[in-house]
């Protein structure tokens, strides 16, 4: 919600999830507005999202979802600040 909130801030349009993470690598990964490394993380998190969503039977380790923790609050934070720009 985050990477959506930041592309209607900035007046980009999509009309899928897949055009929202487009979007977002071409407007600000690729800028260098959001670090590289959060590109990848966001990526990441993207796919295992589709997964949970949308394949039977999914279970994520509890020591992997906390691994993601730390990656998507800078993340988060990385977004606020280009929200306040």
Not at 8 to 19: K, L, M, P, S, V
Not at 58 to 64: A, G, L, S
């Amino acid at each position: 919600y985050a990477v959506t909130a930041l592309l209607i801030d900035h007046e980009i349009e999509t009309q899928t999830h897949a055009g929202t993470k487009q979007m977002f690598g071409l407007h600000f990964i690729k800028p260098g507005l959001i670090k590289p490394d959060s590109g990848k993380f966001y990526s990441t998190i993207f796919s295992l999202r589709q997964t949970g969503d949308y394949d039977a039977f999914v279970e994520f380790e509890r020591d992997y979802v906390v691994a993601l923790v730390e990656p998507a609050t800078d993340l988060i934070a990385q977004i606020e600040a280009a929200l306040t720009k």
